[in-house]
């Protein structure tokens, strides 16, 4: 069975003053435009927000919980909510309390501060987790890092809080000919899993929705759900990782997207070789020994029994075996 699982970031940061000078430091302590922050959040609420959760909301309960979806939501966005958006906050409360919803680690303040201090980093993570306690009731077991920014000396850290999975890119670059529809485990790790972004068919519905000169455009639901089940066989998951605002504000409610996202997830839960996973399903699955070798390499290249390029990661042995590198349906 192919998994679908679905990741949204949700950020929102506190922007600056614009008449904030460098002659104002040190004397005024007053740094943020709250009216643009006000403004802003209000109206990310009324586009996105707030009809995106209606709308999962309805196809968790519509599928009898057979839908699912996990959200990176970061500390400033929590903030925002709580002083401009309550309800917003209220309908993610929501979804949480659905048992369908997974809330993932990240840096609370949606920072690079792993690339420039451990302690930094680490503190970042232990006060989002505690915000998510505080509001949910929860306590991540994934983890995100800024942007997807990934190596091993990350997934090694975050094991050391106590997480179990860890997403990042599935760039090319390290995987090569290898597919990113497969659990990996990074060698230094003993439990934490890593899923990898496909970004091809994230990036159709982020990025090329509604993009007339894209070959595939008008993208629906039923072509969607055909793409993803073209991958059956080919993988274990799909991870389909974008920002929430994909809903509403970056394609706006006039480009369809909305009508396109409950059929979309409605075809795909009517299909039995689909099912929608949160990625802390992932975190009990075992991998093979370290001497599992991977699906069989392109001609003229010898395989790799344990490691991706640059990473150092393994996989469980895919009963999938390419002869060229992967491409999207």
């Given at each position: 069975?192919?998994?679908v699982c679905f990741y949204f970031q949700v950020h929102q940061p506190f922007r600056?003053?614009?008449?904030?000078?460098?002659f104002n430091i040190g004397r005024d302590h007053d740094y943020e435009d709250d009216?643009?922050?006000?403004?802003?959040?209000?109206?990310?609420?009324?586009?996105?927000?707030?009809?995106?959760?209606?709308?999962?909301?309805?196809?968790?309960?519509?599928?009898?919980?057979?839908?699912?979806?996990?959200?990176?939501?970061?500390?400033?966005?929590?903030?925002?909510?709580?002083?401009?958006?309550?309800?917003?906050?209220?309908?993610?409360?929501?979804?949480?309390?659905?048992?369908?919803?997974?809330?993932?680690?990240?840096?609370?303040?949606?920072?690079?501060?792993?690339?420039?201090?451990?302690?930094?980093?680490?503190?970042?993570?232990?006060?989002?987790?505690?915000?998510?306690?505080?509001?949910?009731?929860?306590?991540?077991?994934?983890?995100?890092?800024?942007?997807?920014?990934?190596?091993?000396?990350?997934?090694?850290?975050?094991?050391?809080?106590?997480?179990?999975?860890?997403?990042?890119?599935?760039?090319?670059?390290?995987?090569?000919?290898?597919?990113?529809?497969?659990?990996?485990?990074?060698?230094?790790?003993?439990?934490?899993?890593?899923?990898?972004?496909?970004?091809?068919?994230?990036?159709?519905?982020?990025?090329?929705?509604?993009?007339?000169?894209?070959e595939g455009w008008p993208l629906t639901a039923d072509k969607f759900a055909s793409?993803?089940?073209?991958?059956?066989?080919?993988?274990?998951?799909?991870?389909?990782?974008?920002?929430?605002?994909?809903?509403?504000?970056?394609?706006?409610?006039?480009?369809?997207?909305?009508?396109?996202?409950?059929?979309?997830?409605?075809?795909?839960?009517?299909?039995?070789?689909?099912?929608?996973?949160?990625?802390?399903?992932?975190?009990?699955?075992?991998?093979?020994?370290?001497?599992?070798?991977?699906?069989?390499?392109?001609?003229?290249?010898?395989?790799?029994?344990?490691?991706?390029?640059?990473?150092?990661?393994?996989?469980?042995?895919?009963?999938?075996?390419?002869?060229?590198?992967?491409?999207?349906?």
């Amino acid at each position: 069975m192919i998994s679908v699982c679905f990741y949204f970031q949700v950020h929102q940061p506190f922007r600056l003053r614009p008449d904030y000078r460098y002659f104002n430091i040190g004397r005024d302590h007053d740094y943020e435009d709250d009216r643009a922050n006000a403004q802003i959040m209000r109206k990310v609420a009324d586009k996105c927000y707030l009809p995106t959760n209606r709308l999962i909301l309805d196809m968790i309960r519509k599928t009898d919980g057979r839908f699912r979806a996990s959200y990176s939501i970061t500390g400033t966005a929590i903030e925002q909510f709580r002083m401009y958006c309550p309800e917003v906050l209220d309908s993610f409360r929501d979804l949480v309390d659905t048992g369908c919803v997974e809330l993932i680690g990240e840096t609370y303040y949606h920072s690079l501060a792993f690339l420039f201090s451990r302690p930094e980093f680490a503190e970042q993570v232990s006060l989002h987790q505690r915000t998510l306690q505080q509001e949910f009731g929860v306590r991540a077991t994934t983890f995100r890092n800024t942007e997807l920014i990934y190596n091993n000396e990350l997934a090694h850290e975050v094991e050391r809080l106590g997480f179990d999975a860890v997403i990042a890119e599935g760039t090319e670059r390290s995987l090569q000919w290898r597919s990113p529809n497969f659990v990996y485990q990074p060698a230094p790790c003993r439990k934490t899993k890593l899923l990898l972004k496909n970004y091809r068919l994230s990036d159709d519905l982020a990025f090329r929705f509604s993009d007339r000169n894209w070959e595939g455009w008008p993208l629906t639901a039923d072509k969607f759900a055909s793409w993803l089940h073209q991958v059956a066989g080919g993988g274990e998951t799909i991870n389909l990782f974008m920002d929430y605002e994909t809903f509403g504000e970056h394609q706006w409610a006039e480009t369809g997207i909305f009508e396109c996202l409950p059929p979309a997830g409605g075809r795909c839960c009517s299909i039995l070789t689909s099912a929608f996973i949160p990625p802390r399903k992932w975190r009990g699955s075992t991998l093979r020994s370290r001497s599992s070798t991977y699906p069989s390499s392109p001609p003229g290249q010898t395989p790799s029994a344990t490691s991706l390029p640059g990473w150092g990661i393994r996989c469980r042995t895919p009963r999938w075996k390419p002869s060229t590198p992967w491409s999207r349906p």
